[in-house]
């Protein structure tokens, strides 16, 4: 069986065709491609924007995946649309693509949960089984765990998101959005080394990320480092000596704001999927979204994971960042059960929550 | 007689670092205890006590562990681990102050003498003799019955800033009294723990 | 699944403890060893918040700090206001030690509590009445109820007595109530489950000092929502908790209040994706 997954619920539109083999072996990515909307440095993506965007790349890229996948339309079983949770506008502006595939080719729809898809992909990728999940994203932050059938949220940010809380400050910092905010403050906190005291913010297993955000923006004006100047100067400051000295006593650099601000709050997602790991009694830990790109998360949650004798399982930017695939794999799971969305069920939401969804795929 | 100082293995700190403790009443020299402290004669060197200001053994004994173990961790407060223990009584962190409160004086009677085994000449042996010739005292058994004679509880209540608490005092109601003397140790207790942070 | 789990280094001294610290729980952030207080004839429980190698160290030094003291400031506080906590008898922020020879872990010493959990009180009882309620006369079950009703009624009560003293838990669960097992129990009931001592609570790792009603309420709620979902035939007597905790002190009736509108929203928020 295959099935296409549109995703389109934040600055990506993604495309991907799965196959279900008929007899029972491994799924098999045929393709999986997506074009990212990029703001301009100090901007953030605008809904109206994003969804002009999407709709001037969701043809192409169909066709696109069509042919990479060298499948012809008859061959398809389903169209899985991102449902929610999301952008209004650019969710509106795929599924309504969706929609129109549908009718055209006489495919059933299936909406998919954006969350479920995530976790799901990351489950078929890694091979983990039952893990808790750390869902981190520019609009997401929760840590979930599976029992009868739902994905339960244990712990979860009591306001903005892990990743809108990098891409604020990315803006702040005049720091390119090209390919992604939150890699470019990444690769500059390679570069720092003096760890500034900032909120730390965790109950129990929530945390809260808009004080920390307030606080780290208040340090970047108060020492000048904020705004388009300062961020021509980010090549060249690193070569400068007072950047090269370990000293806790100079003035920090927009580097060591960058570690700082990743040092800060990976360490509080850590510590909310360590007590839920304790809490259901789990050893893996599966990390999805984009934020679950970052290098310093992975490494600092395996280093959790290794001392409670587990193990992480993270995926690479191509499953980890949105993409159609994952929808497509969730959509498929649904409907090998027999789930479809009605044409006129076939709406999109901005808040739906993963643990509205019936997983009915899974019986453990 | 066999002298009354007793051998204090506090559990978790090393074998190798016992505490000797003896409790003396009636003292006739203290102010020249005192004096010797004062002018640093090394022979003296002890946690002298007003045994007035201890409440009971297990108050003593958190004193001791609080100050032997800050000793092993390399962050005494004060001169040596012997002061750091007068100094680990006082609930606040002002070392002069721990010393008027709960250090010896000229007047001091009944008082609680400690000796941490620091280094490898101070024995049992060594301590009992010294003291043997140095204090004029009656030693008397290092235990909550007799402290209960001695000590002022109003007196450390008021300097651990507990006047709220009930007080253990009379006798007249045995398991209140019980009662009220467990929430006032464990209240010296936590206190001592917290002390700095 | 256990085995191939080694936990770390005890931080000084307890190298030197002998016998060796028992480890009864790994937490999340703590291991709760049983070991002898400061007077070897006395049990006590030793609390031991490890380095965690994945934080900063300047940061995890911070948070470990902060947070033990700040448990032991609570329990030191509630124990002079005479709510029943184990007592703190020693302490270390510093927590020198450990394995690489410098900073193993912060520690806190508390009074040993002897008695069950009020979740074991409560599933003993609930796996009895599921499998003998039907041998029971009426006057029995009666009396069963009302033993239940008076246990959540003094757990209700000493969560009045802490939320007086300007404390509030952060963590409540029937794990976090302990019955201190009394010098003698005169009814188990047919059951054989006693439910009679003093109500203590315990594991102080997420409280904080508070006065405000939300914070009291979602006290409150978190227990509620735990009872609820572990303890089901304990569940419809749960009002018995809440008079318990209306007599008990005079704000109780505003926090009851906004208990409500907690009850209303839950904790769920609904999101953005």
């Known amino acids: 069986m295959i099935a296409i997954g549109m995703e389109g619920s934040a600055n990506k539109i993604g495309v991907g065709i799965m196959l279900h083999p008929k007899d029972g072996s491994p799924p098999k990515v045929l393709a999986n491609i997506r074009h990212t909307y990029v703001s301009p440095p100090g901007e953030g993506f605008l809904p109206k924007d994003t969804a002009r965007h999407h709709r001037a790349w969701v043809v192409k890229l169909v066709r696109s995946a069509l042919k990479e996948a060298r499948v012809s339309v008859e061959d398809v079983d389903c169209i899985c649309f991102t449902k929610g949770p999301g952008m209004g506008a650019p969710l509106q502006s795929v599924a309504v693509a969706a929609r129109m595939m549908s009718l055209l080719w006489a495919k059933a729809l299936v909406g998919v949960n954006h969350c479920v898809g995530h976790i799901e992909m990351g489950r078929l990728i890694t091979g983990a089984t039952n893990p808790v999940v750390l869902y981190v994203s520019g609009g997401n932050t929760q840590v979930i765990a599976y029992s009868s059938q739902r994905y339960r949220i244990f712990g979860e940010t009591l306001d903005i998101a892990v990743g809108n809380c990098l891409d604020r400050f990315a803006r702040t910092l005049h720091i390119s959005n090209d390919p992604a905010p939150g890699y470019n403050i990444e690769q500059l906190a390679k570069q720092g080394k003096q760890l500034v005291d900032l909120p730390y913010v965790v109950k129990g297993m929530d945390c809260s990320f808009s004080g920390i955000l307030a606080a780290i923006d208040a340090l970047a004006a108060k020492w000048g480092l904020d705004g388009e100047e300062r961020a021509r100067e980010d090549v060249a400051e690193t070569t400068s000596e007072e950047a090269q000295g370990e000293g806790s006593g100079r003035k920090p650099s927009r580097a060591d704001l960058c570690f700082s601000l990743q040092e800060t709050v990976y360490s509080m997602l850590v510590e909310i999927t360590e007590r839920a790991m304790a809490h259901v009694g789990s050893k893996q830990v599966l990390i999805v979204g984009g934020v679950g790109s970052n290098e310093r998360l992975q490494e600092m949650m395996s280093i959790m994971a290794r001392d409670r004798g587990g193990s992480v399982y993270a995926t690479d930017e191509r499953f980890c960042i949105d993409n159609g695939i994952m929808i497509a794999q969730a959509g498929m799971l649904a409907y090998q059960t027999g789930f479809r969305t009605p044409l006129k069920e076939s709406t999109c939401t901005q808040r739906f929550r993963t643990d509205e969804v019936f997983v009915e795929w899974r019986d453990d | 007689m066999a002298s009354r100082l007793e051998t204090l293995n506090v559990p978790h700190l090393p074998a190798a670092l016992p505490a000797y403790v003896v409790l003396y009443r009636d003292v006739q020299n203290s102010a020249f205890l005192r004096q010797q402290l004062l002018s640093g004669n090394k022979e003296y060197e002890y946690a002298f006590i007003d045994a007035s200001m201890v409440l009971s053994r297990a108050h003593a004994t958190a004193g001791i562990f609080r100050a032997v173990n800050d000793y092993m961790n390399e962050r005494l407060k004060s001169h040596n681990v012997h002061s750091e223990i007068v100094f680990a009584l006082n609930p606040a962190n002002n070392i002069a102050e721990s010393f008027r409160k709960f250090g010896i004086t000229d007047s001091t009677k009944d008082l609680l003498v400690v000796k941490v085994a620091v280094s490898p000449e101070i024995t049992h042996d060594s301590v009992a003799a010294h003291l043997e010739a140095s204090v004029q005292g009656k030693p008397v058994p290092f235990d909550d019955e007799t402290l209960s004679e001695i000590s002022d509880v109003t007196k450390i209540k008021k300097v651990f800033k507990l006047g709220a608490l009930p007080s253990p005092g009379d006798k007249t109601n045995g398991a209140q009294n019980i009662k009220a003397k467990r929430q006032l140790e464990l209240s010296l207790l936590s206190a001592i723990a917290l002390r700095g942070s | 699944m256990a085995d191939d789990y080694k936990p770390p280094a005890l931080p000084a001294p307890f190298t030197n403890t002998r016998p060796a610290p028992e480890l009864l729980t790994q937490g999340a952030e703590a291991h709760l060893y049983k070991t002898v207080s400061l007077d070897p004839s006395i049990p006590a429980a030793l609390k031991i918040r490890p380095f965690k190698p994945y934080r900063h160290p300047i940061l995890d030094r911070r948070l470990t700090r902060q947070r033990i003291i700040q448990e032991a400031r609570c329990l030191a506080k509630l124990v002079r206001e005479g709510v029943s906590v184990p007592g703190v008898l020693a302490l270390d922020w510093e927590g020198q030690g450990g394995d690489e020879g410098g900073w193993g872990g912060a520690w806190l010493m508390m009074e040993w509590i002897d008695g069950p959990v009020v979740r074991v009180v409560l599933e003993k009882w609930e796996a ?120 008990s002190h005079r704000g109780a009736t505003s926090t009851l209040k906004r208990l409500e509108d907690v009850r209303m929203r839950g904790r769920k928020r609904s999101m953005i994706g």
Not at chain 3, 161 to 182: C, E, I
Not at chain 3, 185 to 193: E, I, Y
Not at chain 3, 215 to 226: C, F, M, N, P, S
């Open chain 3, 128 to 247: 009895w009445m599921k499998k003998n309620a039907s041998s029971l006369d009426s006057a029995q079950l009666q009396h069963e109820e009302a033993r239940v009703k008076d246990l959540l009624r003094r757990i209700g009560k000493t969560l009045g007595a802490l939320h007086k003293a300007g404390v509030v838990h952060g963590d409540l669960t029937t794990s976090n109530l302990m019955l201190r097992t009394p010098p003698q129990v005169s009814d188990c009931g047919p059951t054989g489950v006693s439910m009679e001592g003093e109500i203590v609570l315990i594991d102080f790792g997420l409280a904080s000092q508070s006065m405000q009603d939300e914070d009291r309420a979602v006290d409150l709620y978190v227990l509620e929502r735990a009872i609820g979902s572990t303890h089901p035939r304990s569940e419809p007597l749960m009002e018995e908790m809440v008079h318990g905790y209306r007599e």
